[in-house]
Every structure is written in structure tokens, then in C-alpha cells.
């Protein structure tokens, strides 16, 4: 079956340092790849995708993240976190069928 | 959050008994989703409406059902309401960009 993974159930960071969240894909083709966020008690934000072209895409609120075929990865990348940064992070993939599957979810804690 | 409401914004209902969500959207996008999410198992699709009438079912459809006689809004019925379908579920909306905007979600509880 297509799907993401995210491997990590949680990510701490101290504010200030680099942040990574992890997402692989199992999608045959092309995949169009999306990352989203949600703050507590909140619907989910749209952060940034993937659909083809460059493979570092950058998205909303300082985040990027970088499409990596051999690797079939889709990470997320923010160079210095904040702590508002502390949030649930979710990869999602689509086969332009305009419906969304996705990750488990990533849980952000970013630490004064 | 987009142009979407969804109401209630919070539920209490008796195992068995029908239960009605909406959603509305100001922003004239075509296509319109139901999701549910539980811990564990992110988001997932209940169904998804692709113009007015026009719906058809997700991943996790099954003690559902839904409605769209207008552009801007989407119905989702719980049939007879069971305690496995206890959570939060959130509309969204997109209008073919593939990028979803999501409302504030619905906390539904089954007793």
C-alpha cells in the first residue's frame, strides 16, 4: 500500500538550533508531497509541497524541506527553531486524486 | 482558517443516536473533505465532495454519510453514532491546488 512514514513520534530541540522532521514516502510515480502543521486545539496549516521541480521547496514560517528520490525522503527543515515552533507535524502525499493520505504525526517540542 | 466553520465545535451524544456535523465555507472552492483524526493514526478521509451532489467515500467510511446540495456546505451524518467513533473531525476545503485549508474541527464524544 502507498503511504508516508513518520519514523519519529517525537522531536526536541533547544530554540535556536537546527530542526529536522522526518518523513518517507512509499508512493509509485511522482509523488506530490505535503507538509502541514497544527498548533494545539487548532486545524491543520498548510506549510509548503512538492509537486516536481526544484527539490528544496520552501514553504511558510522560515521552513523548507528537500525531496530526495534515492532516498524517497521529504524532511522538514528549519534552520533555528523557535519555540513557537512546538507543534504536531504531519507529511501527507497525494496521486492528483485531490485527496490527501497521511503520516502518523510528529510531535515538536522546542525548549527555551 | 480559511472561510470555514464547522459546528458544533464540540458534541456529547448517546451511542445509537444520529448525529449531523457541518460544514460551511465562504471561499467558493469546489472540492470539500471530511477527515477524522484519532492519536496514532493522523488524518484520516471519511469522504470528500468534488462539486454540489458529487461525493464519494474515503478510507474510513463505513457508519457514515454525507451531503452537499450547496456549493458551501458539507454535511456529515452519523448514522447511529457508536463509541469507536469518538474524535475530532475537520473539514477541509480546496479548490484543485491539491493544498487543503482546514477548519477548527469538531470534538465529538460518544457515551
Known amino acids: 500500500a502507498q503511504s508516508v512514514a513518520q519514523p519519529e513520534d517525537q522531536v526536541n530541540v533547544a530554540e535556536g538550533n537546527p530542526l529536522t522532521v522526518k518523513c518517507t514516502y512509499s508512493?509509485?510515480?511522482?509523488?506530490?508531497l505535503f507538509w502541514y502543521v497544527q498548533y494545539p486545539n487548532r486545524g491543520l496549516q498548510f506549510l509548503l509541497k512538492?509537486?516536481?521541480?526544484?527539490?528544496l521547496v520552501k514553504g511558510s514560517y522560515g521552513f523548507e524541506a528537500e525531496f530526495n528520490k534515492s532516498q524517497t525522503s521529504f524532511h522538514l527543515k528549519k534552520p533555528s527553531a523557535l519555540v513557537s515552533d512546538s507543534a504536531l507535524y504531519f507529511c501527507?502525499?497525494?496521486?492528483?486524486?485531490?485527496?490527501?493520505?497521511f503520516g502518523a504525526g510528529t510531535t515538536v517540542t522546542v525548549r527555551a | 482558517d480559511a472561510g470555514i466553520t464547522q459546528s458544533p465545535r464540540h458534541k456529547v451524544t448517546e451511542t445509537g443516536t444520529p448525529v449531523t456535523l457541518r460544514c460551511h465555507q465562504t471561499?467558493?472552492?469546489?472540492?470539500m473533505y471530511w477527515y477524522r483524526q484519532d492519536p496514532g493514526h493522523g488524518l484520516r478521509l471519511i469522504h470528500y465532495?468534488?462539486?454540489?451532489?458529487?461525493?464519494d467515500k474515503g478510507e474510513v467510511s463505513d457508519g457514515y454519510s454525507v451531503s452537499r446540495s450547496k456549493t458551501e456546505d458539507f454535511l456529515l451524518t452519523l448514522e447511529s453514532a457508536t463509541s469507536s467513533q469518538t474524535s475530532v473531525y475537520f473539514c477541509?476545503?480546496?479548490?484543485?491546488?491539491?493544498?487543503?485549508?482546514f477548519g477548527p474541527g469538531t470534538r465529538l464524544t460518544v457515551t
Open positions: 477541509a476545503i480546496s479548490e484543485g491546488g491539491m493544498e487543503q485549508y
Open positions: 508512493v509509485s510515480g511522482n509523488p506530490y
Open positions: 465532495s468534488y462539486g454540489v451532489k458529487d461525493t
Open positions: 512538492y509537486i516536481t521541480g526544484d527539490n
Open positions: 501527507a502525499f497525494s496521486r492528483n486524486d485531490y485527496k490527501l493520505s
Open positions: 471561499e467558493n472552492h469546489r472540492y
